[in-house]
T-cell receptor, first 109, second 111 residues
Framework: GENVEQHPSTLSVQEGDSAVIKCTYSDSASNYFPWYKQELGKGPQLIIDIRSNVGEKKDQRIAVTLNKTAKHFSLHITETQPEDSAVYFCAAWEADMRFGAGTRLTVKP | EAQVTQNPRYLITVTGKKLTVTCSQN?????MSWYRQDPGLGLRQIYY???????DKGDVPEGYKVSRKEKRNFPLILESPSPNQTSLYFCASSFSADTQYFGPGTRLTVL
């Protein structure tokens, strides 16, 4: 079955810097890759997603890139703000959804 | 407001005492799912349902039951809870099983 690995597990950046979180997946048939943000005491919230027919997608300060050949995808957050502090999960979908273990992002003011 | 709701949000119980966590969505989604979240393990799927009266096991179904008698509700049942089921539980729903929307979570402690 699908296996998703996510790195790093923790990430600390200064406000205004960029943050990058990387995920790799094992099943080449996976075709949908969402990213979720989970704030303390809340459920995961979808922030951006990408399908396998697209290499990059951007939404304001957030972007996701997908390399199907290498089977990895990344979340890029530019101009980070303290409210970006949260746990971020990547996931890969083929017949079911497999999640990475999560990255705790801390943005220091 | 489009949402997934779960009840209760917090629950402390004892080993062996049957409990039910309810999940309801108002988006007319056909797909619903239950996950548990444990530190360092991310989200693992317990059960899912593609439609009314259709349920299937996920990765960690042991010790859990579900039912899908109506489209909007998907309760999670623990017939005889054990301490290893202490976890944070999330219900999710989706039109097509890929783009999933999560509820706020239920923190369960089994003593």
């Amino acid at each position: 079955g699908e296996n998703v690995e996510q790195h790093p597990s923790t990430l600390s950046v200064q406000e205004g810097d960029s943050a990058v979180i990387k995920c790799t997946y094992s099943d080449s048939a996976s075709n949908y890759f969402p990213w979720y943000k989970q704030e303390l005491g809340k459920g995961p919230q979808l922030i951006i997603d990408i399908r396998s027919n697209v290499g990059e997608k951007k939404d304001q300060r957030i972007a996701v890139t997908l390399n199907k050949t290498a089977k990895h995808f990344s979340l890029h957050i530019t101009e980070t703000q303290p409210e970006d502090s949260a746990v971020y999960f990547c996931a890969a979908w083929e017949a079911d959804m497999r999640f990475g273990a999560g990255t705790r992002l801390t943005v220091k003011p | 407001e489009a949402q997934v709701t779960q009840n209760p949000r917090y629950l402390i119980t004892v080993t062996g005492k049957k409990l039910t966590v309810t999940c309801s969505q108002n988006m007319n989604h056909e797909y619903m799912s239950w996950y548990r979240q444990d530190p360092g393990l991310g989200l693992r799927q317990i059960y899912y349902s593609m439609n009314v009266e259709v349920t299937d096991k996920g990765d960690v179904p042991e010790g859990y039951k579900v039912s899908r008698k109506e489209k909007r509700n998907f309760p999670l049942i623990l017939e005889s809870p054990s301490p290893n089921q202490t976890s944070l539980y999330f219900c999710a729903s989706s039109f097509s099983a890929d783009t999933q929307y999560f509820g706020p979570g239920t923190r369960l402690t089994v003593l």
